[in-house]
């Protein structure tokens, strides 16, 4: 069974950083999963792309977010990061690391690819970015 769990959210003053991290269960090298991704929902609107690694094909970032967060794998611990610098408020939201199916890439067709595309969810941390 392959699963996703989000760790390292909370609440953080505006301009302060948080590291989310989503660690896979039960498998290594990511399960032959090739894609892995944060989203992010907040209130009252619908989940949106954060940021996508691929393993073989980088990485794409959403607009709101490109220079402020990175996001990184690490095989050794089946674990994706994702750096947040110079929070806003706007970044509160919940948020969800994501999967695609065993060897899809996350730019196939294209990137920027809709939560529908992807296969597999953990169950969401909260990002709480205070004024």
């Known amino acids: 069974q392959f699963q996703l769990m989000e760790s390292g959210g909370g609440t953080v003053q505006a301009g302060g950083s948080l590291i989310l991290s989503c660690t896979t269960s039960g498998v290594s090298d990511f399960g032959g999963v090739m894609c892995l991704g944060w989203f992010r929902q907040p209130p009252g609107k619908e989940r949106e792309e954060v940021a996508i690694?691929?393993?073989?094909?980088?990485?794409h970032y959403a607009d709101s977010v490109k220079g402020r967060f990175t996001i990184t794998g690490d095989r050794d611990t089946n674990t994706v990061h994702i750096q947040m610098d110079n929070l806003l408020p706007a970044d509160t939201a919940m948020y969800y690391c994501?999967?695609?199916?065993?060897?899809?890439?996350?730019?196939?067709?294209?990137?920027?690819?809709?939560?529908?595309?992807?296969?597999?969810w953990g169950q969401g941390t909260q990002v709480t970015v205070s004024a």
């Open positions: 994501a999967a695609r199916g065993l060897g899809t890439y996350c730019t196939t067709p294209a990137p920027g690819l809709p939560p529908s595309e992807y296969n597999y």
């Open positions: 690694l691929d393993s073989t094909r980088g990485t």
